[in-house]
């Protein structure tokens, strides 16, 4: 029988936090859960059984991780904050089958990672993430070809609202296709500031993706597609073939641009912002053969 997590509480995070002598570093983005029904929906979401092998980024004082290790059969829990060890040794005593290691997520390598701690078979990430760097972790776990099958994660609302944005809204824009060509999304649950201490200030959510065996377009150039993109919302109000042609990282000239959006079917005039992943994929594509 494993032990039952016991985190999840205002009381029991305070006695940890006032026992070690620490209070929560908000250069970190340390907002630890305190709802212990939030921590069950997210585990939930994850659907984890015993053959799962968890990648937890930043597991603070060991609340979700305790969760994670009940649910799980492995944990492996990256927390960049050193002063945090001695208290994840205390609180995630009893558990056997969680590894912790200290250091940034931003600079691991996590295809090495999954191949060192699980022979490189797909792991599940999960996470309450520091909100000041959500959206480069979530575009670290899409793109840089770890093996995952899904990543279920705590973000700010307005994160899992642009994930789900329709072309053309306010909140389109490169997460969205990223996430539309890497996974399905599923915004899980609405979290209010009181689920955690300290309380951050904007409400939070649960969000499942799950990862895709295939990309919803075929393309042929994947990194052109993202520069594309990225070159379109680099300047989101000015006319997608400026954005391509003033892009750094492209050196396409005026002419090419034009004509690959002609070829793209699209109007001389068309702002990347309203344009849907095919249709992204459609220019990459004319663009690549004009290379
Ligand atoms: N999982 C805990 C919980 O739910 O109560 C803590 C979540 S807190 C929002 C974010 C955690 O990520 C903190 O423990 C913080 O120190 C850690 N963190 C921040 N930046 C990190 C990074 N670059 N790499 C790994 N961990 C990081």
């Not at 150039?221 to 993202?226: A, D, G, H, I, T």
């Not at 109007?267 to 220019?283: H, I, K, N």
């Amino acid at each position: 029988m494993k032990k039952q997590p016991y985190l999840g509480s205002p009381v029991f995070t305070s006695a940890v936090l006032r026992n070690h002598h620490i209070a929560a570093r908000k250069r970190f983005g340390q907002n630890f859960l305190i709802d212990a029904g939030v921590l069950e929906d997210t585990v939930e979401a994850a659907g984890l059984t015993e053959e799962d092998f968890v990648l937890e980024i930043g597991p603070g004082i060991g609340t979700l991780t305790q969760y994670l290790a009940y649910s799980a059969g492995r944990v492996c829990a990256v927390e960049i904050d050193r002063s945090l060890l001695p208290v994840l040794e205390d609180t995630l005593q009893g558990w056997n089958n969680v590894k912790v290691v200290n250091g940034d997520i931003m600079k691991m390598d996590l295809r090495r990672l999954s191949e060192e701690e699980n022979g490189g078979r797909p792991m599940k990430a999960v996470a309450n993430l520091p909100y000041y760097i959500t959206t480069p972790v979530i575009m670290k776990l899409l793109t840089e070809g770890a093996p995952l099958e899904s990543i279920t994660v705590m973000v700010q609302k307005e994160v899992a609202e642009r994930m789900k944005a329709a072309p053309g809204t306010r909140d389109y824009g490169a997460l969205t296709l990223a996430v539309e060509y890497y996974a399905s999304p599923e915004i899980v649950r609405i979290v209010p500031p009181s689920s955690f201490m300290p309380r951050p200030g904007v409400d939070s959510a649960v969000v499942h993706l799950k990862l895709r065996t295939a990309p919803p377009v075929s393309v042929r150039n994947e990194s052109l597609l993202f520069g594309v993109i990225r070159a379109s919302f680099n300047q989101r109000r000015k006319k997608l073939t400026n954005g391509i042609t003033n892009f750094e990282g492209f050196s396409f000239s005026k002419q090419t641009a034009e004509e690959a959006v002609a070829a793209a079917g699209l109007s001389p005039d068309v702002r990347g912002e309203t344009l849907t992943l095919q249709q992204f994929a459609a220019v990459a594509d004319a663009l690549s053969e004009r290379m």
